[in-house]
């Protein structure tokens, strides 16, 4: 069996593999790039060519102007793959957001999974997670201590319905990332009956179609700038978490001010964010989460990528798992967690 | 512990003072007793369990916890009691309907030997949230905005009696209360307090702006620069309450040992200082008494306190504050040789011929101690507050301003590793602190290293290097003019802002209004 070390080297600007001459989710343009899923700290624009799952290379066309259709750009389904100077490249969900995707590499016998971000729990904006058995697991740990337990999401969003309905004179303002939290705050709302129209800040709105397209169903959304004030009185408004307290939240009937974020666990970081109504709603797996994935995968060695990579080092130590930390840069997207 | 752990995370959520005081109200009145009285008291910080300190709680969680993720969880949250509610496990079968009476119970009843596993049965009864309001209440700190003031205003408004009877009879009746609830909700007569060394609410000046008083009205007196005290001697008990109605008798045995008469007297607490030839001393002096719970030998011997009184509340179980100042003020000089004389004194009434000549020595002042004048109505009753027209304070130069601190960053060079750099704010009309400037300096090496430790323990968020402070330390700034500008929020620029007093003994809230600042515009 080949030595991982020879083979996949970590750089702070991303997992450079070498026999492959190619890099996973680099953080500056690079010739060829294969990557996990489509937030900024993941995709990049300007590579030379992209690997990536359907949707990924669907929402990097929207958000950095990557051409889909250039023969360079290519696109796998979940279980597909490609190889690539004696690597092979396999990709499977990883329940972070529409189309994420862990990157399985084999070679000469070895096998590595990096995991990009992801969570455990069901989501329907996006496929479920999926446990691939491999030698070295490359994890995530955004929330790597274990003070995060993430509550039932169904229990956060009945939290906010009520919100609404408690003062219906007033409107309910969610700050929720615009790729992914956003979508799926819609969509858990729409799962719990909730089929009032929903209003949405004006640059979420071609994301929103995106996912539609991609058959993710948001029931009827409207946009607040097309909206009258008043008739925004007990409706749910879902804005980039940078517009809470902008003046854009100006034009909403007396906002309670939520945030749809995995920080909001924490009550200081919630107050920080000048929140009244903190929703522990989360992209990222969760302490529980995180240690029940590694001990499913069984590796027989973790890396971890970013967050408190300190907590779930300690954890891998406590419980006789050889791990390292990656320490890989630009890796703290802290609105989209 | 449901309601009270609700009731507290929506305080912790919610910036308004308006809304916190609808909270309370809500709260207070559809809580039974003795729940809503243990946590009012909880609120206000009115609660000791002595057994149960923060090693004791981390030393419990380690017997559930990895110790180092416990330290790196806690790093992370930076409140042990939050990070501890986050981190003990989830008990199979919780939501036993814990009560905060029954918890509070539990914690009076616990010795250090027992503590541990009191805590440990009480925290399996609850889930993230109930733990966290339990260890809050154990362990105090809730930093939830909520002062002593504004739980006496809610308590008003939720029953609909005189806020300041419910000042009077707060101090008098030992949390849960039982008593004050009882006649709140018209159940019971007002409780009697006859035999109790109850607190009066203060009188309180208004700032005297461009306006002259007539001296055939207006007694003039000087302003001390010590702290607002209240002695009050009944029921066998003396007992010293400040501005806010703490009592703080616990840091000035002396006086109290010394204050034998049944009478209640208003003054100002000063002390005495060799450099004035035993004189009062300035306000720095002072600062070394305040804010402890016992003061040692050397400490009475290097600093002692004696008080000014100006005024008479009460004597022989008679309650004087209906009568007019100059009745008070007979009654007072022939009260007050009755006194020891070596911890009070009669504040002299200034004789001024006319307005003029009261500006004048106002003006030629040289005593530290003198802050300024104080003009007193000759024929107004002693009311609790402010009231318009009744009495003034008329501050000497330079401009100053009471100010609430906000935030604080480390200085440079010699002080790196202290928090020297300090934003305070004043309050607009819709009760927000607004930054008004920053200063760092005015104050003694002790001073900082005071302000240091206050910042560390006070820290509610770090942004950086900037710390985010609990909004509940007055500052007094002074600066040499105040000009209106764009840069800041409120509008305001200072003029070598310093630091010319920390005022522990001032609530945050009582602070100066950005519309005080703005009428010193020049």
Known sequence: MAKAKSWLEPHAQGLYVKPADLWIDPSRPVERAAVTHGHADHARSGHGAVFATPETLAIMALRYGVDVEASHNQAFGYSDGFELGGVRFSFFPAGHVLGSAQILMEYAGERIIITGDYKRRPDPTCALFEVVPCDIFITEATFGLPVFRHPPTDQEIAKLIGAVRAE??????????????????????????????????????????????????????????????????????????????????????????????????????????????????????????????????NPKETWITHGSEDGLLRWCELHQRQARALHLVGRDLEEEA | MKAFAALIDRLIYTRSRNSKLALLVDYLRHTPDPDRGWAIAALIESLDFPAVKSAMVRALLATRVDEELFRLSRHFVGDTAETAALLWPDAPGAQADLTVAAAADALSAATRATAPQILASLLDCLDADGRYALLKLALGGMRVGVSARLAKQAFAQ???????????????????????????????????????????????????????????????????????????????????????????????????????????????????????????????????????????????????????????????????????????RRQLESFVPRLDDSHFDLSQVIEARDFNDLAERRAGARDAAIEGVMLKRRDAPYVPGRRAGLWYKWKRDPLTADCVMMYAQRGNGRRASFYSDYTFGCWSDDGELLPVGKAYSGFTDEELKWLDKFVRDNTLNRFGPVREIEKSLVLEVAFDSIHSSKRHKSGLAMRFPRISRIRRDKPAEEADRIAALLAMVT
Not at chain 2, 241 to 248: A, C, D, K, L, W
Not at chain 2, 272 to 291: H, I, P, T, V
Request: charged share 25%; net charge negative.
């Open chain 1, 168 to 297: 219906p004179d007033r409107c309910v303002l969610v700050g929720a990332y615009a790729l992914g939290k956003a979508q799926r705050v819609m969509a858990e709302l729409r799962a719990a009956g909730w089929d009032a129209p929903i209003y949405i800040h004006g640059a979420m709105e071609k994301m929103c179609a995106l996912y539609a397209a991609h058959g993710v169903d948001l029931g009827e959304l409207r946009l607040v700038s097309e909206t009258d004030k008043t008739d925004m009185a007990g409706q749910i408004i879902v804005a980039p978490p940078s517009a809470l307290n902008d003046r854009w939240s100006r034009r909403l009937p007396d906002p309670v001010t939520a945030m749809a974020s995995g920080w909001m666990r924490v009550r200081q970081r919630a107050r920080q964010r000048m929140v009244e109504l903190p929703l522990v709603i989360s992209d990222h797996a969760d302490w529980e989460e995180l240690t029940t994935t590694i001990s499913q995968v």
């Open chain 2, 158 to 328: 939720a029953f609909a009696v005189p806020v300041d009877d419910v000042e009077e009879l707060w101090h008098a009746i030992p949390p849960p209360y039982a008593p004050l609830f009882a006649w709140g909700e018209g159940r019971a007569e007002r409780p009697d307090l006859a035999d109790v060394a109850f607190f009066r609410p203060f009188m309180l000046a208004h700032p005297l702006e461009e306006t002259t008083v007539d001296l055939a009205e207006y007694a003039a007196e000087w302003k001390w620069d010590g702290i607002r005290v209240q002695i009050v001697h009944g029921g066998g008990q003396t007992r010293i309450y400040s501005r806010g109605g703490e009592e703080i008798s616990g840091a000035f045995p002396e006086l109290v040992a010394a204050f034998d008469q049944d009478a209640v007297i208003d003054g100002e607490l000063l002390v005495r200082g060799e450099a004035q030839g035993g004189e009062a001393a300035s306000f720095n002096s002072l600062q070394q008494r305040l804010g402890r719970k016992t003061v040692s030998k050397k400490m009475l011997a290097d600093y002692p306190a004696f008080v000014r009184v100006y005024d008479l509340l009460a004597i022989d179980g008679n309650d004087l504050r209906s009568l007019p100042w100059t009745e008070r």
